[in-house]
C-alpha cells in the first residue's frame, strides 16, 4: 500500500493515468466525481439522494499542496501527455514531472514507493527489446533504489523473472482483458537475492 505522507514515483508514466489516481487517492477526491453517469438520465434515479451523495463526496476533498507525487518517462511526448491529463483533471500542480530514463534517474526521496507500467511485449517485435531492458532495470534498483517498494505490472510472467530480484508478492489482476501480476520488489541495502545454502 502507499499512504499520501510517503513520496510516489511513476517512472514510466505515459499519460499519467497512475499519477492522476495518486492524487485523487491523496486528496480523497471520489473517482468519476466530475463526471456524469447513464444511471442519472433513468426515470428511477433519485435526483436529490444522487445530489446529497455527490456533495458529500465533493466535502470530503481535502486541499494541500507540495505532495510527495513524481511523474517521468524517458519520451518527451510522454511527459506532455502526462502534462496535459494533469492540467485537464486540474491536478497539475500537484505533480513533479521531468523527462528521465528509469534505469539512469536517481530517486526523488530516500525512501517512497515506485509504481510503473513497463512495457511487456504485447505488441510484435518487442521481446529481444524488451529481454535487455528488465536487467538494466534490475542493475539500476539495486544500485540506487535502496528504502523504496517498487510495483511493476505485467502480462508475461517470464520477462520480471529478468530484472534478477525476488519479488516478495505477485498479486494477480486485469488490465482491461490482459491478465497481468503486480510484482513487489522490497530494495534494501545490501541484496535481495536468497543466500545459496
Sequence with gaps: GWHPSEALLDPMCGSGTFLIEAVQIALDIAPGLGRRFAFESLKTCDEAAWRRIR????????????????????????????RINLEAAGLADMVRLEQAELTERTPPADEGVMIANP?????????????????????ALKARWAGWRCYFLSADPELPKRIRLK???????????????????????????????
Design 55 to 82: 456533495r458529500a463526496a465533493e466535502g470530503r476533498r481535502r486541499h494541500a499542496t507540495g505532495l510527495p507525487i513524481f511523474g517521468s518517462d524517458s519520451e518527451a511526448v510522454q511527459v506532455k501527455r502526462a
Design 119 to 139: 512495457p511487456y511485449g504485447v505488441r510484435i517485435g518487442e521481446t529481444a527489446e524488451l529481454a535487455a531492458f528488465y536487467p538494466k532495470l534490475g542493475d
Design 167 to 197: 519479488a516478495s508478492k505477485r498479486t494477480p489482476l486485469f488490465n482491461g482483458a490482459l491478465e497481468c501480476r503486480v510484482f513487489e520488489y522490497q530494495m534494501r541495502a545490501g541484496s535481495n537475492r536468497r543466500e545459496k545454502a
